[in-house]
């Protein structure tokens, strides 16, 4: 980016350098990065969160299912030995209606069966065998049927089982159920390790999506940043802003291309201004410099010509302090920095009245009609009425009508500001023209002025959201004014 170096000097490229013994270099992180890691980073931790919930709510359930149903395999295992007097040759196999004993232990889970005769020997050892221990011996051998005893960390073939042996009673033996766990926690690492697939997939996508987003909204960023190099680049101001869409993007591309024409007017009118300002200023400096030539001999000059050159002096030096004082105005007219305040103009129009009776001697008069109050700033409102009052004293010298200032508000909330006078008047073909800068009608050029007070009432106007407006005056003399609906706050 370029920036104003030190010097003063514009279009160096400078850099920030840390203050440290080592000269770092930092490279600054596109906004396309950052987006995709931004999204990225939020994809890995709704997943992570969402796979971990899901995947504790999934392994819980699996568990307590699969505990449940061994509960109730056992719970009717011993319901069926206290109700029937059974054997272990009972279990020992299965039936071939699959309507046994053994059956109803392996039809709704699949456990493995052992079967122990009395003082523990091993009938059926199971499939894969199961450990018989003390303690399964001494339920082989208890007395009361339905007796229960249960492992739940049985070590069998490098896999956990929970066993639970269920007495026979009468020391007639026992039965052994056993349920793997390796099963399940195996079912629940393929669930983990795909839920983990999963994720990965999400967050892939999800940065993919990041990316492919953030460079279509960046896209139009970086070409806005291009046409800003081009404009500090080149200093034109007529750069295309090629930044479309209706999101914010599309706006502040909008934005830009407002500012960029605003900037070019403001750019057109102050070198108009410098322009016009330097043909205005010409005549009254050629004339000066004729006249001050005159003063190197002015002793040799009758006393009546000398007297003549120091009024030519004093008057195109007031001429030229006036023009000035217009320029200043003018200028500043075209500034915001006066807050927007309620004025009501009606009482404005009584401050120019007051100063403009104390300046000229007329008499002037103020009439108000209506609501007369509007947000605006008051000091341009003022200096544009008290303008068109000097003016239509100005062309009006040996008047001796009084000067009419009329306000009128109406129910829209706009406001009309009239002077009315009886001077010469105004030409039809002028009226249009009269408000341009340094636009002086035929009639008037001979008499003193800037032509600069009337383009100050049409920037102050159109900065009120209104118009001027001048028309020749029934039984002569001139109507000339301008409307306003009130000033914008700024933003």
């Known amino acids: 980016m370029r920036r104003a170096g030190v010097n003063g000097k514009s279009g160096e490229n400078t850099a920030f350098v840390p203050y440290s013994g080592r000269r770092t270099r930092w490279r600054a992180r596109s906004l396309r990065t950052t987006l995709a890691i931004a999204f990225a980073l939020v994809a890995v931790g709704v997943t992570a969160l969402i796979g971990v919930l899901s995947y504790h709510s999934a392994a819980r359930l699996v568990r307590v299912d699969q505990e449940a149903v061994f509960d109730e395999v ?63 011996r001494r339920i082989a051998d208890a007395d009361a049927p339905g007796t229960q005893h249960e492992d739940h960390d049985v070590r069998v073939a490098g896999e956990d089982y929970r066993v639970s042996t269920v007495a026979l009673g009468d020391g007639r033996g026992a039965v052994r159920v056993a349920q793997e766990f390796s099963d399940t926690e195996d079912l629940l690492k393929e669930l983990q390790r795909r839920t983990l697939l999963f994720a990965a997939a999400v967050v892939l996508a999800a940065g993919l999506f990041g990316w492919w987003l953030a460079r279509r909204v960046t896209s139009r960023l970086v070409r806005l940043a291009k046409n800003a190099e081009d404009v500090a680049s080149t200093g034109r101001l007529d750069v295309a802003v090629s930044v479309t869409g209706g999101d914010e993007v599309g706006s502040l591309g909008r934005s830009f291309d407002r500012m960029l024409g605003r900037l070019a007017r403001s750019k057109d009118d102050q070198r108009r201004l410098v322009q016009d300002a330097g043909h205005e200023l010409r005549t009254p400096l050629t004339s000066l410099r004729t006249n001050i030539s005159l003063l190197r001999r002015i002793d040799e000059l009758p006393s009546e010509s000398r007297a003549e050159l120091v009024a030519d002096l004093t008057d195109e030096s007031r001429e030229l302090t006036d023009l000035v004082n217009e320029l200043v105005n ?91 006078d009886r001077g010469p008047g105004l030409d039809p073909a002028d009226t249009d023209r009269v408000f341009d800068r340094f636009y002086r009608a035929p009639a008037a050029r001979s008499s003193p002025g800037s032509g600069l007070g009337l383009s100050i009432v049409r920037e102050v106007a159109a900065a009120h959201g209104g118009v001027p407006f001048a028309a020749p005056r029934e039984d002569g003399g001139a109507v000339i004014g301008f409307t306003v609906s009130g000033a914008p706050s700024p933003r």
Not at 96 to 112: I, S
Not at 376 to 387: M, V
Request: hydrophobic letters at 35%; proline letters at 8%.
């Open 74 to 136: 056992v719970h009717d295992l011993r319901s069926q030995v206290r109700q029937q007097t059974l054997t272990p040759g009972d279990f020992a196999s299965s039936d071939p209606d699959h309507d046994g004993p053994r059956d109803d232990l392996t039809r709704r889970v699949g456990t493995d069966v052992q079967i122990l005769g009395p003082g523990g020997t091993p009938i059926d050892r199971g499939s894969p065998p199961l450990p018989v221990d003390a303690k399964a």
């Open 330 to 420: 003018l200028a500043a007219g075209n500034q915001d920095d006066e807050p927007v305040v309620e004025v009501d103009l009606t009482e404005t129009a009584e401050d120019v009245a007051t100063v403009a009776r104390r300046r000229t001697g007329r008499t002037i008069i103020v009439r108000a009609e209506g609501s007369t109050t509007i947000p605006g700033r008051p000091a341009q409102l003022q200096r544009a009425l008290t303008n068109l009052v000097e003016n239509a004293a100005k062309f009006d010298t040996d008047g001796t009508d009084p000067i009419e200032i009329a306000v009128t508000g109406a129910p829209t909330g706009l406001v009309r500001l009239e002077v009315l």
